[in-house]
């Protein structure tokens, strides 16, 4: 089954802003993700995330990019066979996940 993706409007600006480049290795990532977007304790692409200092993503999952530095931090939405894609940012000092938790309060 493929998943539908749905981006918020901040993780739309962030795909804009990369360069076409790093946009075609997102978003070949997120097609092959959304094929099975799981976590990966079921099978599935999706990292899980967990609780950090600065932020609580435990219900997060994430898609590494290493090469490139970059993430994709989304949430399953399972009732409706759904990915939000919440943010696309370079892991830098954790920054990709303090957005994360930014935009989560942002969004409730």
């Known amino acids: ?5 749905e981006f ?9 802003r990369l360069d076409g480049s790093r946009q075609r290795l997102i ?3 997120i097609e092959k993700a959304r094929k ?3 976590p990966s304790t079921e099978g599935g692409y999706g990292k899980p995330l967990g609780n950090h200092s600065v932020s609580a993503l ?5 898609i ?5 530095g970059l993430r994709i931090v989304y949430r399953l939405q399972r009732t409706d066979t759904r990915m ?4 696309i940012g370079v892991r830098t ?3 990709v996940y303090k957005e994360t938790q930014r935009r989560i309060d942002r969004h409730k």
């Open 1 to 5: 089954m493929i998943w539908a993706v």
């Open 8 to 16: 918020l409007p901040e993780a739309e600006d962030d795909f804009s």
């Open 27 to 29: 978003a070949k990532a």
């Open 36 to 38: 099975n977007p799981l």
């Open 58 to 62: 435990a219900e997060l999952l994430k």
């Open 64 to 68: 590494k990019l290493k090469q490139q």
């Open 84 to 87: 939000l894609i919440i943010v």
């Open 93 to 95: 000092d954790g920054e």
